[in-house]
């Protein structure tokens, strides 16, 4: 338990800067939304001059920018992208703390079992990813609430809110599966995003050549969140995959962690 | 019962040699000094122990318990001082102490006042803000406050001032009397001679010899560096005890052991221009211990 609040406290202000961060970028799209509302007809009309795959490369087709969840689907993307740099570099970071600042040899020596040590790490990583996408979807929901004249769904949102979180606990659990890995880890945002913005990368292409197979490799195509806003159901086949995937990733971590030997400084 | 049995342990990293075949005892009670030059293999001896790293071959136990398997149990009775230390810099050094003995059950504020008050050392500072050697301290309060069984201290001494090392010394003979036992690592023979009562010598990876300290503190090792006026006559220093020896014109440099009185009577009707007299570094002592 001491580890666990060791480990919440000494990743406060990750926490709280990521959380500040998301929501005065919602907050700020979330103001342009009536504005967006009013000029929907002609938006579309401009989009639809695009040629098609464009538009669908954008991630911008299918969906209603004049309904609140249609927007919120648009912007989708971007806190994706937001939350799969934080939720990585969180479990990446986690993991490879003590080697990154050299303290191994001060908490891998106390009587306490790396099995131990990890478990309340990843529990604490985990607590992160849940604290940031919880508060971020309950405040962005009076958001929405406050912006949209016609109220909000409230089973769609929630859909949303959770496919977020999915998306985390993949980049999450990938993230401590890299940082067991690799030998030297001395800074996280670089190598985050350029995993993160690869992963994107494939799923740009998969959106334009409709290959299924490549919508596997990314988990930013495992939700449609324009299929889920017109039908409200989730694509439970990627659900599975998403969670298996993620428990493969956290298992390794796992492994590599108990065996490895720790780097002298 | 044994503090410490390491029994042919062996350790290599990738292709590069860590430790070959090392074996050693320490006795419950005693101070063992464990001393070779850098990279000798010492800090992977002590980080097996801590198991940090895992042998390939070979085993280490701790009280008779193995130190990979029952590795929890084990370090419940080990205080250790790595010899680079290094804390999670934004913690303040009351709290980086108060979580480091959270490990070992309650917190004891008065043993950790205690050890700060000795050592001399500020608990209200950011780690981040420390010096080297208050790094060192922090370390070395870290590693008492739970009043350990078996002491690891692997080069404590350096980057803090002398004072603070003969406080510390003290603190580590207190401990001593107490009934821990303890494992000394350094590379500086005058400081294991002062506080240990065997010494085991590893170099390139292999323990060369576990020798009782009185047997190194009979034979006083001292290296001398002389510039005369005039030339040396000739072979002046042609002693026995003398070894390592080197010659230019006025100029002479050699290690001598035995009674330091003999060389001084030597000198005292020669026109001496400048004398030295210190101590050997580890390598010239092995050199001189293994021309034998």
Partial sequence: MNIFIQEMKMSFKTRLSWLVGLLVFIGLFMAMFPAMAKAAGTLQAVLDKFPAAFVTALGLANYDLGNILGYYGFLSVYILLFLAIFAMKMGMGIISEEIRVKASDFLLTKPVSRLAILSWKALCAFANITIVSLVFSVVTYFICLVMSSKGVDTKIYVLISLIFFLVQLFFMTFGMMMGSFLKKVKTLLPPVMGMVFGFYAIQFLSQSFPDAHLAYLTPFAYFDIAKIISTGMLDMQFLYLDLGVSIVFIALAFIKYIKKDMPSV | ?292
Avoid at chain 2, 37 to 50: D, Q, W
Avoid at chain 2, 67 to 72: L, N, Y
Avoid at chain 2, 169 to 189: P, Q
């Fill in chain 2, 1 to 292: 019962m044994k503090a410490i049995e390491i029994s042919n342990l062996t350790k290599y990293y990738g292709k590069a040699r860590g430790i070959i075949d090392v074996s050693f005892d320490v006795e419950e009670g005693e101070i063992f000094g464990f001393i070779g030059p850098n990279g000798a293999g010492k800090s992977t001896t002590i980080r097996t122990l801590m198991s940090l790293i895992y042998p390939d071959s070979g085993t280490a136990k701790i009280f008779g318990k193995d130190c990979i398997k029952d590795g929890v149990e084990v370090r419940k009775g080990i205080g250790y001082l790595p010899s680079e230390v290094f804390y999670y810099d934004n913690m303040k050094v009351l709290n980086l102490l108060k979580y480091s003995a959270s490990f070992y059950g309650k917190v004891d504020m008065t043993r950790i006042k205690y050890l700060a008050e000795v050592m001399d050392l500020d608990l209200s500072k950011k780690i981040d803000d420390l010096s080297y050697g208050n790094k060192k301290k922090v370390g070395i309060v870290q590693g008492l406050l739970h009043n350990p069984k078996l002491i690891i201290l692997d080069e404590p001494t350096g980057g803090i001032d002398p004072l603070i090392q003969q406080r510390f010394f003290d603190l580590i003979l207190e401990e001593n009397k107490k009934g821990a036992t303890v494992l000394f690592s350094s590379h500086i023979l005058s400081e294991v001679q002062r506080l240990c009562t065997r010494v085991g010598i590893i170099k390139d990876g292999k323990m060369i010899k576990v020798e009782n300290i009185e047997v190194l503190q009979n034979t006083n090792y001292k290296k001398y560096k002389i510039t005369m006026r005039e030339d040396l006559p000739k072979d002046f220093f042609g002693i026995t005890g003398v070894s390592n020896y080197a010659e230019d014109h006025k100029e002479a440099s050699f290690i001598f052991s035995g009674d330091p009185n003999i060389m001084l009577e030597k000198l005292y009707h020669q026109k001496v221009q400048n004398l030295t007299i210190e101590e050997p570094s580890l390598e010239e002592i092995f050199m001189h211990y293994y021309e034998k």
